[in-house]
């Protein structure tokens, strides 16, 4: 399995020196493509694409290597999931499209999962951090009530640890300062919210988002995203 978080270009090929054919017919549907080289190949090869709405602002592509490559285990459940997509792909049933992006989640997980386990927990980065209780109590603070007036005070009190010790952790173990991961969260939420269908006001994104002005959240949002809100919901 291989997995490349930057969407590079590459060629894959059987030895390094192998000619690079151009012109191989793909059987693919949306995302998926599924690549036969005969009628009983030695080999099957599944590829596919997974789109994110907001990928700057997701900290877990920044934390992955440019090449991400999975080894081969005969008794892995990354396995049983390609092979579900095989079947899923090749038969004619109603909803296909619908199974494979589903599948296609469940494996994303499964490879960030195996990547863990093989790097180590130290070497992840942000996924580190979820196994730092001090810093997982934070996050699912940040996560679940962005609305609250969060300090890096506030936030060091309600998991127990000092001011300075919670913040060298917390940037020790996500990358960056507890407020800037604050402020990305927030506007991300706000994007979801201002792509909602009703869209609350440009004011109720704001308190739900913890801000209690519209101008600074309008401000705020633009220098994360480079629009203001109201542009980017129209």
Known sequence: MVLLPGGDEHSIVEMVDAP???????????????????DDPTAILLC?????????MLPLLKQLPRVLRIPHTEA??????????????????????????RLADILFIQIIQR????AGVERCGWLGAL??????????LIHTQPHQPWTVASLARAVACSRASFAARFRARVGEAPMAYLTRWRMQQAALLLGAQPSPSITEVAEQVGYRSAAAFSKAF??????????YRQ
Do not use: Y
């Open 20 to 38: 690079v054919l151009h012109s191989i017919r793909l059987d693919q549907w949306g995302e998926c493509a599924l690549m036969r080289w005969s």
């Open 76 to 101: 892995g459940t990354l396995n049983q999931v390609l092979a579900l997509m095989v079947v899923e792909a090749e038969a004619e049933r109603p909803a296909r499209q619908v199974v494979l992006r």
């Open 222 to 231: 633009k220098r994360q995203l480079g629009a203001a809100p109201k542009t």
């Open 131 to 140: 196994h730092d209780p001090v810093i997982e109590e934070a996050l699912r």
């Open 115 to 118: 990547w863990v386990e093989i």
């Open 48 to 56: 596919g694409t997974f789109d994110f709405e907001h990928p700057e």
